[in-house]
């Protein structure tokens, strides 16, 4: 391939497809910065964010050094491009992604903002490509806050990338192949995995998978349901309710960890507006990209699993040296399972057997009874406690909720963790109470910083002149003075 200029190349995650690409852009000459929030610190693990951790972080994670060392050694990938002479970041945040835009005239060059532990930067960048990997599904039930209860993305983390995993006697909700995976890891490792909960009657990852499962000792309990996780300061059991005859049965455990499903990380491109769509097998939003991972911003890249562009290292590459707009949109790749059935089936499993007085949005305590009818936040003075439906679409229009409207009337999804626990549940709440398709219900739109992160790190060292001097002038024109 013959290069013409050699371009800033930003890699967002270091994802095999990040790191992959991150090599082949060095190779080909252009500059390469590879930024991933991992090996992250306890304080920014307690956000939840990328996966979900929940409240029994670790205590060998407070050794930042040692944990550094385990996570680079986990990843040699990321290692080839320390070697490679790549520009590798790692426990920094992409918490922002700006260019000129409706909204935003004055940027100039494309440039991603980052905070690590050496201070903050806004690198500017010709190619932006976002391989940001994916965030566990979080849903709600009784004693999901107690410490012991984590997304399957974290708990691979804490077996794997952290090897710090601490949990004893784990139950595991979900028979997806994620689950499966995760058992297997548990296992080797020499955790004890209780059962695994399907409130199917089928094995999602298939009848390979359950043979393997059950040759591994492994019960999984069928058209069942997590009640509650029971404990009072940890998880001690998990108590399920079969769906039919409605029996209870308690599971001595020390952990849960929720298997149900996995979503893209699309913060980043939502954010900066790239164009999205609703896809019925993820059952979940994602930027339109074409057969090189294009998306509707010219120079931004969005690579993931759940896309089927982007897969062709060497055509990226070509596509990046080109430039040009965004091609024709491709379809996701064929998923094996309906997720967005099956994280429908649970969350209205969930519902029926646990009502509707369970907390769904934990950072601002917002039963899901009180999310589905619209109740204001507690603090709101009578007077402005007024009925209100989340239908739109007047006129003839096709009736649709927006997530943003609701969030606003109820405070669902306005927490430290962004949304990243409730959003999702939300969402197929939503559908469920008014009869509507997924694709009806508008997402909740995302805003910078896309990561929980302290705005003193984002603060310049000091104001420019035009803002030292000329503040007053922002809200109005200077005024002319009068002689």
Not at 91 to 97: D, E, K, L, S, V
Not at 105 to 113: A, F, K, L, T
Not at 437 to 449: A, D, K
Request: hydrophobic share 45%; proline share 5%; charged share 20%.
């Amino acid at each position: 391939m013959s290069l013409r200029v050699p371009l800033r190349v930003t890699v967002i995650g270091a994802s095999g497809a990040g790191c992959d690409i991150a090599l082949k852009a060095q190779a080909a000459g252009h500059h390469v910065t590879l930024v991933d929030e991992h090996p992250q610190t306890m304080g920014q693990m307690s956000f939840d964010a990328p996966w979900f951790y929940g409240a029994a972080l670790p205590a060998a994670l407070t050794n930042a050094n040692a944990i550094a060392q385990v996570v680079l050694e986990a990843n040699p990938q990321i290692v080839a491009c320390f070697e490679e002479g790549i520009d590798v970041r790692v426990g920094t945040i992409a918490w922002g992604a700006f260019q000129d835009g409706p909204n935003s005239r004055h940027v100039g060059h494309p440039r991603v903002g980052l905070v690590g532990a050496d201070g903050n930067d806004l690198l500017e960048h010709d190619v932006l490509i976002l391989a940001t990997g994916v965030r566990d599904f979080v849903p709600s039930f009784r004693g999901a806050e107690l410490p012991g209860v984590f997304g399957v993305k974290a708990g691979m983390a804490f077996l794997d990338l952290y090897q710090c995993y601490e949990g004893e006697r784990t139950v595991v909700l979900g028979t997806s192949q994620r689950a499966v995976d995760f058992v297997k890891r548990a296992l080797a490792r020499g955790v004890g995995i209780v059962g695994m909960i399907e409130p199917g009657v089928d094995f999602v990852a298939g009848h390979t998978a359950h043979d393997e499962v059950a040759a591994l000792g492994v019960p999984v309990h069928f058209d069942t349901v997590l009640l509650a996780a029971e404990g009072k300061v940890a998880v001690t059991g998990a108590r399920l309710c079969a769906l039919t005859g409605r029996t209870e049965t308690l599971l001595d455990c020390d952990s849960l960890c929720l298997a149900i499903g996995t979503l893209p990380n699309i913060e980043l491109p939502a954010a900066m507006g790239c164009r999205m769509r609703f896809d019925s097998g993820l059952g979940y939003w994602l930027p339109e990209t074409d057969a090189t991972g294009r998306t509707s911003l010219e120079k931004v890249f969005w690579l993931s699993g759940f896309a089927t562009g982007g897969r062709d290292a060497e055509a990226v590459l070509a596509a990046m040296d080109e430039g040009g707009p965004m091609g024709t949109a491709q379809p996701a790749p064929e998923a094996l399972v309906d997720q967005g059935t099956y994280l429908r089936r649970w969350i209205e499993a969930l519902y029926i057997t646990g009502g509707g007085a369970v907390t769904l949005c934990k950072c601002e305590s917002v039963s899901r009874d009180a999310f589905l009818g619209l109740a204001p936040p507690a603090y709101l003075q009578a007077g402005l406690r007024q009925p209100k439906s989340p239908v739109s679409g007047p006129g003839g229009a096709a009736t649709y909720v927006h997530q943003d409207f609701l969030k606003r009337m109820t405070r669902v999804g306005m927490g430290h963790c962004q949304g990243k626990r409730c959003r999702d549940e939300a969402a197929l709440l939503l559908s469920l109470h008014f009869g509507m398709g997924m694709e009806s219900i508008r997402p909740g739109s995302y805003r910078f910083p896309v990561r929980p992160v302290d705005l003193a790190l984002l603060a310049a060292d000091d104001d420019t002149y035009d803002t030292r001097e000329k503040w007053s002038y922002w809200l109005h024109a200077p005024e002319t003075a009068i002689d």
